[in-house]
């Protein structure tokens, strides 16, 4: 076995360990798609309950599913990296019954921080939202 595929596999036992204690992301209804050292691709469907007053998304839930992938693919080396830094651009609206994609690629790796740039898409392939993370690594183990 080639060593990428051993960190893959590395990386995918620590989101699965992650999602079987991530109760947030389990009732956001999130499915993993793909996982690969230092990337994430996660999705969701957009549920009534979480629609805000003006009948659209509420900002919270395109964030939160960007922090989830952002969580994944930081920490699925199986070091324990915590968020630092997040910030989001609201690009275009959100409505229930939409399926969002968030698909977090690496851009710096480093021995205390990572950074991570996160798009997150529509079921039409519309760029809805962007998320930025940066994290700092612990030196502990997540399993």
């Not at 036992?13 to 079987?20: G, I, K, L």
């Not at 998304?57 to 939160?64: E, K, L, M, Q, R």
């Not at 070091?79 to 019954?97: E, R, W, Y």
């Amino acid at each position: 076995m080639t060593e990428t595929n051993n960190k893959d596999r590395l990386a995918n036992n620590v989101v699965s360990h992650m999602m079987q204690h991530d109760l947030f992301s389990q009732w956001l209804g999130v499915e993993v798609i793909e996982i690969k050292e230092g990337y994430s691709k996660i999705k969701m469907t957009v549920r009534k309950e979480m629609i805000n007053g003006f009948g659209i998304v509420h900002g919270g839930v395109p964030f939160s599913l960007a922090d989830s992938a952002f969580a994944f693919a930081c920490n699925n080396r199986n070091v324990l990296s915590v968020a630092l830094d997040t910030s989001i651009n609201f690009i275009k609206p959100v409505h229930v019954g939409d399926v969002l994609t968030a698909e977090a690629k690496e851009l710096h790796n480093g021995k205390s921080t990572g950074l991570y740039h996160i798009s997150i898409t529509n079921q039409k392939h519309h760029e809805v939202a962007v998320f930025k993370g940066l994290c700092y690594r612990t030196d502990k183990n997540l399993i």
